[in-house]
């Protein structure tokens, strides 16, 4: 069964850079959406979808990064979900305050998409 991978990005070239590198993980399925509020209703429950790691920026309309992971991390079925933040954010507090709310890796920009995708696949379940 393949594993799947939910892409959180509104820039469409960060996305398909994302989906590239990302997708030449082994038995890996991609989904994208453009933002948080997006990736809240794709994983939501009794929609019967399951992911097995997110990959989200924080700035992006509607619902972003910073929400999204603590919303997440507040439901129980998401406890263990690998969260990796790509941002283009150049505040330095950013990578304690991600990682304060749950996520698992942080890479701001210019984040290398060959190490957001090594990340990611030590990430996944087997």
């Avoid at 939501?44 to 924080?58: H, I, K, S």
């Avoid at 509607?62 to 969260?83: C, K, N, T, V």
């Avoid at 701001?108 to 990611?120: H, N």
């Amino acid at each position: 069964m393949p594993r799947s991978i939910l892409i959180v990005e509104d820039a469409e070239t960060a996305a398909a850079t994302l989906e590239i590198a990302l997708g030449n993980i082994p038995r890996v399925e991609i989904v994208r959406v453009p933002d948080g509020l997006r990736a809240l209703e794709y994983l939501a429950p009794g929609a019967g979808r399951r992911v097995d790691a997110v990959v989200t920026d924080l700035e992006m309309p509607f619902l972003d990064g910073y929400e999204l992971i603590r919303r997440l991390r507040g439901q129980s079925q998401f406890q263990g979900l690998p969260i990796v933040v790509v941002s283009g954010s150049s505040d330095p507090g950013v990578r304690q305050r991600v990682l304060e709310l749950g996520a698992d890796a942080y890479f701001p920009k210019p984040w290398s998409p060959q190490a957001v995708r090594d990340r990611v696949e030590r990430l996944l379940p087997p």
